[in-house]
Structures are given as structure tokens and as C-alpha cells.
């Protein structure tokens, strides 16, 4: 498996509060990904960073920020979390963006309260 | 745009009985599509990409660029196939790399 950790794996938190997420990886890959599966909707892309201190918003940005401080790290953001933003978070990672595979982390399993 | 369709949220089949999961897709550019596997409890994992042709657990997949289709066949499904289905979308001048909504795979003994 592709060295991608993820931290917490399980938090429970309340609506109103600050959350940070953290996706660390061993793999010096250039390219990370952070997304949010809920059922009925799949994996859906939030933010993305295609290197250091360089970042773009993905199909569901909103209440949501993005920091990449150094290659390994890749921290997401909820600013103040509500409870339509309970969900199962996974990050990944890629080499390259040509027919490259994704390697995911093993989740973030969120519940705002 | 860049999007991915994955009309079926859940296939149930017989063992045995071959399997098709749909996938469409819309990009402007040259698009680049995967297929994701991912048992109960356990991270995502690459079942197969397009431009490898290649053949994992009985599973191929063919771009066809006109239907802007990629669906995963299976001439014969077996128990151990149950699981959820992702198929992704990349490609040439994109960082983004995006799902589908998903299909669950039930294969019923």
C-alpha cells in the first residue's frame, strides 16, 4: 500500500466548532485529493492540490479549506462545521496526472453534532 | 465540464450470471477513466484503468469515445465480486480527478 495516513480516523465534534483533517503521505507524490463519500452521492471532490502551497476548489468547496504547507501534508478545514457536512472523508494521492492511479487513505470517519 | 454518470446505484445478480456496470462520462479534452473497487470497510483500490486494456479479476472495460461510455463486464459474476463500484475520470489538461455517484454490486449465491 502506497504510505498515505490519514488523521483522526473517527472524530466527533459540534456544529459550530473548527475541524482540521490531516492527510500525510511518504510517497513525495505531487498531487492530492480530498474528498467526501455519502451515500447516494459517491465520492465527491472538495478541494485539490497539484503542489506546495498550491491548491484549487473541487465540485463541493464550500465551508471548506485547504492548506499544503509542504509536500507530505495536505490539511482540510472545515471552518465551522454544520451537521450536512457529516460524512466519511478520504484523501489521495498521485505520481503524475497521465493515466496515474489514485492511492487513498484509509478514511475520516466525521459526525457534527 | 468534467463529469462522471454511473446510472445504477445498486446491480444484483446471480452467480455466475455475467455482469455490466455503466459508466459515462463528459470532457472536453482526452479523457482518461479508471475503475475503482471498494470492499466493505477498506479504502478504494484501482480495479483497472483504460489505457492499460488490461484484464483484473475477470473484469475488462472498453473506452468507447463515441458513446463516451466505459463500462466494466464481467462474463461471470462471483460472490466475492460484491462490492461498490466507482468509475473516475481524468485527463489531459486536468488536475481534477473525479467519480462517479457509485453502484453497488450484490452477487447472490
Known amino acids: 500500500d502506497a504510505g498515505i495516513t490519514q488523521s483522526p480516523r473517527h472524530k466527533v465534534t459540534e456544529t459550530g466548532t473548527p475541524v482540521t483533517l490531516r492527510c500525510h503521505q511518504t510517497?513525495?507524490?505531487?498531487?492530492m485529493y480530498w474528498y467526501r463519500q455519502d451515500p447516494g452521492h459517491g465520492l465527491r471532490l472538495i478541494h485539490y492540490?497539484?503542489?506546495?502551497?498550491?491548491?484549487d476548489k473541487g465540485e463541493v468547496s464550500d465551508g471548506y479549506s485547504v492548506s499544503r504547507s509542504k509536500t507530505e501534508d495536505f490539511l482540510l478545514t472545515l471552518e465551522s462545521a454544520t451537521s450536512s457536512q457529516t460524512s466519511v472523508y478520504f484523501c489521495?494521492?498521485?505520481?503524475?496526472?497521465?493515466?496515474?492511479?489514485?492511492?487513498f487513505g484509509q478514511g475520516t470517519r466525521l459526525t457534527v453534532v | 465540464a468534467q463529469r462522471v454518470t454511473q446510472p445504477e446505484k445498486l446491480l444484483s445478480v446471480f452467480k455466475g450470471a455475467p455482469v455490466e456496470l455503466k459508466c459515462n462520462y463528459s470532457?472536453?479534452?482526452?479523457?482518461?477513466l479508471f475503475w475503482y473497487v471498494q470492499y466493505s470497510r477498506q479504502r478504494l483500490q484501482l480495479l483497472l484503468r483504460?489505457?492499460s486494456r488490461e484484464s483484473i479479476k475477470g473484469f475488462t472495460a472498453d473506452l468507447n469515445k463515441g458513446e463516451t461510455s466505459f463500462h466494466l463486464k464481467k462474463p461471470f459474476a462471483q460472490e466475492e465480486d460484491s462490492a461498490m463500484y466507482y468509475c473516475?475520470?481524468?485527463?489531459?489538461?486536468?488536475?481534477?480527478?473525479?467519480f462517479g455517484t457509485g453502484t453497488r454490486l450484490k452477487v447472490l449465491a
Open positions: 489521495a494521492i498521485r505520481q503524475g496526472v497521465s493515466n496515474t492511479e489514485a492511492f
Open positions: 510517497e513525495n507524490h505531487r498531487y
Open positions: 492540490s497539484y503542489g506546495v502551497k498550491d491548491t
Open positions: 470532457y472536453s479534452g482526452s479523457p482518461e
Open positions: 483504460h489505457i
Open positions: 473516475a475520470l481524468g485527463g489531459s489538461g486536468t488536475y481534477k480527478y473525479i
